[in-house]
């Protein structure tokens, strides 16, 4: 099966630093790539959704200009929480669909990124 | 946009008993409705999911039945074991999937051995 990477699995930053999370699709390109914040015990929350060379589209509510998404190649999209602030602390997960043998529907889900904002 | 409801919040059954877990949809527009299994701390896994041309899928001791009417759809398992305690998510998408998903709240299922 199609396997999606994150980087880092978890991370600890100081309340105004930007963090960068990384999501990566190891043997498929990508062509769509979502980005999904999930609070505990929670449901999963989609934050903007990412086509490989063009702008995201952001969920309404969330900041684009807190948020900043890169979709620079079919295998790698980031997400970049500027200015972090404790209430944004949360598993941010991506997920990555693209063309694949036997189906292209199917969305492949990253393993999360535990952030916690001191 | 869409809105997808999810019953119940959480629910226990004995081992070997079956779960049945609800969600109704909003959009009629919707057509493609996968459940998965999120464990703690982990990815969300999809366990079987049903296009809207077709009223029920099996798959093992799992199954889903889609009611395009009254649009709801439901997650039945049977024989449960005690590695099927975790929480599912019922999400809906239009365009067979290649829109965006719309996620339920969740359904936490705790298998008592």
């Known amino acids: 099966g199609a396997v999606v990477s994150q980087h880092p699995s978890w991370v600890i930053c100081k309340s105004g630093t930007s963090v960068k999370i990384e999501c990566r699709s190891l043997?498929?390109?990508?062509?769509?790539m979502f980005w999904y914040r999930q609070f505990p015990k929670q449901s999963l929350m989609l934050m903007a959704t990412?086509?490989?060379?063009?702008?995201?589209?952001?969920e309404q509510g969330v900041e684009k200009d807190k948020f900043l998404i890169n979709h620079a190649s079919l295998t790698l999209s980031t997400l970049t929480v500027t200015s972090a602030h404790p209430e944004d602390s949360s598993f941010y997960i991506c997920?990555?669909?693209?063309?694949?043998?036997?189906?292209?529907?199917?969305?492949?889900f990253g393993p999360g990124t535990r952030l916690t904002v001191l | 946009g869409e809105n997808v409801e999810q019953h119940p919040s959480t629910l226990s059954v004995q081992e070997g008993d079956s779960a049945v877990i609800k969600c109704t949809y909003s959009?009629?527009?919707?057509?493609?409705f996968p459940w998965y299994k999120q464990e703690l701390g982990k990815r969300p896994q999809l366990i079987i999911d049903?296009?809207?041309?077709?009223g029920e899928k099996k798959d093992q001791r799992i199954a889903v039945t889609l009611n395009k009417t009254a649009k709801h759809f439901s997650l039945h398992i049977t024989e449960t074991q005690p590695e099927d305690s975790a929480v599912y998510f019922c999400?809906?998408?239009?365009?067979?999937?290649?829109?965006?998903?719309?996620f339920g709240t969740g359904t936490r299922l705790t298998i008592i051995p």
């Open positions: 997920s990555a669909r693209g063309a694949l043998a036997g189906g292209d529907n199917e969305q492949f």
């Open positions: 043997d498929f390109q990508a062509t769509t």
């Open positions: 990412s086509n490989e060379g063009s702008k995201a589209t952001y």
């Open positions: 959009d009629s527009a919707s057509n493609y």
């Open positions: 049903i296009r809207s041309n077709v």
């Open positions: 999400a809906a998408a239009a365009n067979f999937g290649n829109e965006k998903l719309t």
